[in-house]
């Protein structure tokens, strides 16, 4: 038995290719009824339906994943994707290590963002803003306070990472339509139990035992996960939404492991 699988819409037999020397026009051609087609090009060929045995149809279905940049796997080895580039404003809140946030940096570039940096040590960005997108200006650096207007759209989306240390002030820059902006705290600091709240998504990487039961009340995370956060490995991220939680490996590629050296917590 068989299924068809494309076809003539209309189920004629097909139609005899013209014969060679021709004259055609891409603009006006002649339809099955002999009047002209304005403005819909040549008629292409006509094939044979193309068939696939019944047994063999579940071999045509194609793995699709989930819209993003793809941060890691799961513990499955199934590939982790977050969604920052989204037409609505979008916080994130990162406590965890430069490593991350600067691979996060070079995968938002590449799904087409523009990432703009605010940090108060460039020299740590210099060298990866320069290497990224091949001499385009995708990645920018911008002092702390000094982030100026990105104009962001559906065409052009904006990341702003803002590297910022343990008690970031509030940034000129708000995320909006199509402008997320990461916050990256080393660790968990008197401000970060505010950004956590506000936050559609929060990432926590190793921390003390203490740190860890207090995300976990903020988290409100099971108590063999917020006990796990002090023994993370390096690269392991707890990524949580409101509903939702994962742990993340994040695994470099060669080109990212050339840039930026192997996944480190500590900087």
């Not at 580039?85 to 406590?95: C, D």
């Not at 995370?221 to 023994?231: D, N, Q």
Request: glycine share 14%; aromatic share 2%.
């Amino acid at each position: 038995m068989t299924v068809p699988v494309t076809g003539s819409p209309t189920g004629s037999a097909p139609s005899p290719a013209p014969p060679s020397g021709t004259r055609s026009s891409s603009v006006v051609a002649s339809g099955r009824s002999g009047r002209p087609r304005i403005g819909f090009g040549l008629i292409g060929p006509r094939r044979d339906r193309h068939t696939v045995p019944l047994d063999q149809l579940e071999t045509l279905g194609l793995p699709v994943g989930d819209d993003g940049m793809v941060i890691g796997v799961d513990a499955e080895g199934r590939p982790s994707v977050l969604g920052i580039n989204r037409p609505t404003p979008y916080e994130v809140t990162l406590i965890g290590g430069l490593w991350t946030a600067q691979v996060m940096a070079l995968r938002a570039a590449a799904t087409g963002a523009r990432v703009a940096v605010e940090t108060g040590r460039a020299p740590a960005w210099t060298a990866l803003a320069q290497a990224a997108g091949g001499g385009q200006p995708c990645i920018t650096l911008h002092d702390v306070g000094r982030v100026p207007p990105q104009g962001a759209s559906a065409g052009s989306p904006v990341v702003v990472i803002r590297d910022c240390g343990m008690r970031p002030p509030r940034g000129r820059v708000v995320s909006g339509p199509w402008q997320s902006v990461v916050t990256l705290l080393p660790y968990l600091s008197p401000v970060a139990p505010r950004l956590m709240e506000k936050s559609g998504l929060v990432g926590v990487q190793r921390v003390s035992p203490d740190e860890a039961a207090q995300i976990g009340r903020i988290m409100n995370l099971p108590r063999g996960e917020a006990e796990a956060l002090s023994t993370l490995a390096d690269g392991v991220t707890l990524w949580c939404t409101g509903g939702d939680r994962q742990f993340v490996m994040t695994q470099a590629t060669d080109a990212e492991t050339g840039l930026l050296g192997s996944a480190r917590r500590m900087d």
